[in-house]
């Protein structure tokens, strides 16, 4: 599926190639963009996640892949445990899907490759930089991308959708933004087989942390955690994932939970977490996905604003490059995009930080808000999701799929299960 790169300058180059990276290849592709899109890992793989899809990303999901193919779980409420046992929960307005990561990112790479994307898996980006042409107008600037193999790549606008923790020479990125992305939490997930089936994402929460129970694809369960670093000072103990979180949370309804089950994957770690809003667009690039932000895992929107905020970079994009210099398109992308994003997950953030304050709340503060979920619930969970008003961009009408296109992609025959090492994700 990968092409050699060429001198010639695409409308458009991505950098990562997860939820938000692929969504943004696709609308780009749907808008008869040239495209190019680079991935240092290659597929499938595992990342810490939820692996929770909201109702709200189904629908921009099953434009892409044949999404029931793959046999996601049914997810139909919200439940929170507390440590006494106590079960709060409520109906979620619409049903939802458990895939894990492995699955869905696979799927979305196969279908931006089918449409027309030039796809680089295993293909690392070194460095990005921006250059101007002789013309001075305009017309001539170009990203310029080197990859980790001696590849070089050029577009004419660029989207940066690698997580949290990107890194390229050329652009100030986090990880040189002294500590921009640090925190004092850590994410941690796992799959188990032998869990009796619910039609229910489970929130176990506990003083200083919760962990998720989500059901997945083959009968699996998805447990995904966010701890404070305070209850996890030993590392290397998360390779035993029920073991680990039954001791540091002390949560006993959560161990006897897990009990007849049994880990089938390595566990996943990633560290330092801090959820947080941060910048749209960098020097130009726009940013999509966790590059622009890590929402609160346990408000269950975080694929789906990942693969939204993909999709709106790229419509944005195409409408301010069509007709105009790549300098004055990019310039009006980049405000455009930085109102519309706020728009649609601005108020996601700021009720998100209010509620984070209960994870470390003391467990009688934590038990008497619960209570209140069977009401409150339903209207937190709206009040997280992605604003729709934010599609309409540029007053122009969504462009018809490219010719060729094939939106009913189904998953290849599953091959042999083979998990990723525990590791400190850098992506």
Known sequence: MESIASAEVKDLLVVGGGPAGAAAALEARRHGLAVSIWERDRFPRHKVCG???????????????AL????????????????????????LPHPGRGLSRRALDEALWRAAASRGA?????????????????????????????????????????????????????ISGPTKNHGEHGGAWLGAKAHFGGLSPRDAVEMYYFSGGYCGLAPIEGGLYNACCLVHRSLAQDGSAVADFAAWITEISGHHALAERLRPGSQV???????????ARRRSNIQGALLAGDAAGFLDPFTGDGISIALQSGRLAARVLAGCLRNRSASEGIAQAAEIYRRKLDEAVGGSYRLAGILRALVRAPSWLQESVAASLPWLGPRLEAETRWRNSASNVVGRNRAPPVA????????????????????????
């Open 404 to 427: 060729g296109g094939d939106a009913n992609l189904a998953p290849e025959p599953a091959g042999a299960f083979d998990p990723e090492s525990l590791e400190r994700e850098s992506v």
């Open 265 to 275: 994957s390595k566990t996943v770690a990633t560290a330092p977490v801090k959820p």
């Open 68 to 91: 029931e193919a793959y046999h996601p779980a049914v997810i139909r409420r919200s439940e929170f445990i507390s440590p006494r046992g106590r079960v709060h929960g409520f109906p």
């Open 51 to 65: 692996e929770f899809l909201s109702s709200e990303s189904l629908s921009a999901l099953e434009e892409e892949i």
């Open 118 to 170: 030039e796809v680089h898996e295993g293909e690392g980006v070194r460095r990005v930089s921006r250059q101007v042409g002789t013309r001075g107008d305009g017309s001539s600037c170009f990203w310029e991308l080197d990859s980790m193999g001696g590849r070089n790549d050029r577009g004419r606008a660029l989207i940066v959708s690698a997580g949290r923790w990107w890194s390229l020479e050329g």
